[in-house]
């Protein structure tokens, strides 16, 4: 018959000397785990003669309960020890002064951050809508019609759902506006857009900026106004702009929008392709087909409409040739601005 006893007194001892958390969990597999002692004496128990049994056995179990206490106790000592020892060791002194670590915006949200500003300055209010859109606003109601290339599977992520997509542009948000406002409509449509492009001048996602102006009287004589002053206030230059007749399913008539190139002010340089001229937005009046498809009285209402890439515009104005460098979220390439 084990002494049980002397089990509980070397256990105690062998506990109380314990001074880390590994000496411990050999202490409890001697005598707990599979073959240690209690396990052993617990094992035992049917061989004890019957009149002997019942008692034996009632001091083996709370043996046990009382090594798995003594033991846990032990072991949240250790950890208090430990984690004393731990603090005292790694201290801080928070009296120590600082360099703080600025971050900044990454580029194009300064950028947007800054084409936001100059239209609000002009009275412009900011709109945003979702970007799986409906099919129905994406293309249909702009006056796009199926049959257009734009819609190809080539240009268009299209979702795993019927009548959806990845807008394209911003110009569903146009549409979503005139649906749930009355005129008069002054608004920008910032966001992101998606289209199958990826090359160094384009990617598969991308940012807009739309604008929209709905209201009596308008003339692209307002729209050319709006234009320039954005662009001059944007670039911070009286740079020379002008307007190239051009298409677009939305707007008639439409144009596209150059400025004399930032870079060689016009003399001709590789990011102007020697032209000395930068195309950097499409602009037209208001389509009648869109005002119609809205329910905006066309005999009452006019207005423009002009859309810009974010990347393109924060490249011209920042220096930068590769839209990628945007995305990399390079930590060196950031930090230059
Ligand atoms: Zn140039």
């Not at 208090?80 to 971050?103: H, M, N, T, V």
């Not at 959806?164 to 992101?192: E, F, N």
């Not at 002053?229 to 307007?243: G, Q």
């Not at 439409?254 to 930032?262: H, K, N, P, R, T």
Request: glycine share 6%.
């Amino acid at each position: 018959m084990i002494d049980l006893k002397a089990l509980e007194e070397d256990l105690r001892e062998e506990v109380s000397k314990a001074s880390s958390l590994s000496q411990l969990a050999q202490i409890k597999a001697k005598y707990l785990g599979k073959n240690g002692y209690i396990t052993q004496a617990i094992a035992n128990i049917k061989n004890i003669p019957q009149e002997e049994r019942k008692e034996y056995g009632a001091k083996v179990n709370k043996l046990k309960e009382y090594a798995e206490n003594l033991i846990r106790q032990r072991e949240e000592e250790i950890r208090k020890i430990e984690l004393q020892e731990k603090l005292s060791k790694e201290w801080l002194d928070l009296s120590i002064p600082l360099e703080p670590a600025y971050g900044t915006y990454h580029p194009i949200t300064q950028t947007l951050n800054r084409i936001k500003e100059i239209f609000i300055s002009m009275g412009f209010s900011v709109m945003e809508g979702p970007e799986v859109e409906l099919e129905e606003y994406n293309f249909d109601m702009l006056n796009i019609p199926k049959e257009h290339p734009a819609r190809d599977m080539q240009d268009t992520f299209y979702v795993n759902k019927e009548g959806y997509l990845l807008r394209t542009h911003t110009s569903p948000v146009q549409i979503r506006t005139m649906l749930s406002h009355k005129p008069p409509i002054y608004i920008i449509a910032p966001g992101k857009v998606y289209r199958r492009d990826d090359d160094p001048t384009h990617s598969p996602m991308f940012h807009q900026v739309e604008g929209l102006v709905v209201d009596k009287d308008i003339s692209f004589g307002h729209m050319k106004y709006t234009i320039e002053v954005f662009l001059r206030e944007f670039f911070e230059v009286n740079v020379p702009v002008r307007f190239r007749a051009s298409y677009f399913p939305f707007t008639e008539p439409s144009a596209e929008v150059d400025i004399g190139c930032v870079i060689c002010n016009g003399e001709g340089c590789r990011v102007c392709k020697q032209s000395g001229w930068l195309e950097v937005m499409g602009c037209g009046m208001v389509h009648p087909a869109v005002f119609e498809s809205c329910g905006i009285d066309t005999e009452i209402y006019s207005g423009f409409a002009f859309g810009m890439g974010v990347e393109r515009l924060a490249m011209l104005y920042f220096g930068i040739d590769n839209i990628k460098l945007f995305f990399e979220n390079n930590i060196r390439f950031l930090r230059e601005f």
